[in-house]
């Protein structure tokens, strides 16, 4: 874990993990044992449970202390920016660099080409 910070409607983190352990097993673990944690500790009232969604991003690790201090500055950064806005940016930025990287891994095979 390098960094958390919990915003009132979701949480930011970033961790490292093996590339044997995929994003959504990895989500699951983090959520099961965070439930568990608040609910057995009673930090909240009722039942806590973690909504059925989730996103995740990865960053180089020449990234890491961006990516640490922005996380960190989560308080002062939703004063500019509500979380929808931010979600909204996220999307945009990594489904063009997934289409970016789709088009030239295609480009690169050949799968392109007139027949494929």
């Known amino acids: ?3 958390i910070y919990a915003n009132p409607e979701h949480v930011h983190f970033l961790v490292s993990r093996s ?3 995929d994003e959504e097993r990895l989500a699951g673990i983090i ?3 965070s439930s568990r944690f608040i609910n057995e500790n009673k930090l909240c009232i009722g039942n806590f449970q973690w909504q059925m969604t989730c996103s995740a991003f ?3 690790k020449r990234e890491v202390d961006k990516v640490c201090k922005y996380i960190l500055d989560q308080k002062t950064h939703h004063h500019k920016q ?3 806005e931010e979600y909204q940016t996220f999307l945009k ?3 063009q660099t997934l289409k970016t990287h ?3 891994d295609l480009k690169n095979s050949g799968a392109n080409k007139v027949g494929d």
């Open 1 to 3: 874990m390098y960094a």
């Open 19 to 21: 590339p044997a352990m």
């Open 31 to 33: 959520a099961s044992s």
């Open 58 to 60: 990865s960053v180089s």
């Open 82 to 84: 509500t979380f929808e």
């Open 93 to 95: 930025f990594y489904l």
């Open 102 to 104: 789709i088009t030239r």
